[in-house]
């Protein structure tokens, strides 16, 4: 069983950019895919993006490439989402989750454990 705790949400300013983490314990970090996914006020859940186990490949959502970079580290247990030129529509509760077959791609059945979310509110 896994456990996923983001942190790093907050309000900022159309443009600005910020950091968000995701601690994972409770499993071998390693063995996970891992994804970011976002729920604004009644839409739907959307994906981010995502990291292979290692690192070494990501896969993002149309609307987050080249503004948003995922990265992780194996050992610290922790998956980071930096996020530039950000957006009024980009305001949204944003999760990690993490998937127990390696999957990081876009598909939410895939991942077996998801965080509580932290909220990220870019005012225009």
């Known amino acids: 069983q896994v456990q996923l705790v983001e942190s790093g949400g907050g309000l900022v300013q159309a443009g600005g950019s910020l950091r968000l983490s995701c601690a994972a314990s409770g499993g071998t970090f390693s063995n996970y895919g891992m994804g970011w996914f976002r729920q604004a006020p009644g839409k739907e859940r959307e994906f981010v993006g995502g990291i292979s186990q290692s690192g070494r490949y990501t896969y993002y959502g149309d609307s987050m490439k080249g503004r948003f970079t995922i990265s992780r580290d194996n050992t610290k247990n922790t998956v980071s989402l930096q996020m530039n030129s950000l957006k009024p529509e980009d305001t949204a509760v944003y999760y990690c989750?993490?998937?127990?077959?390696?999957?990081?791609?876009?598909?939410?059945?895939?991942?077996?454990?998801w965080g509580q979310g932290t909220q990220v509110t870019v005012s225009s």
């Open positions: 989750a993490a998937a127990e077959g390696g999957y990081y791609s876009g598909t939410r059945t895939l991942y077996n454990y």
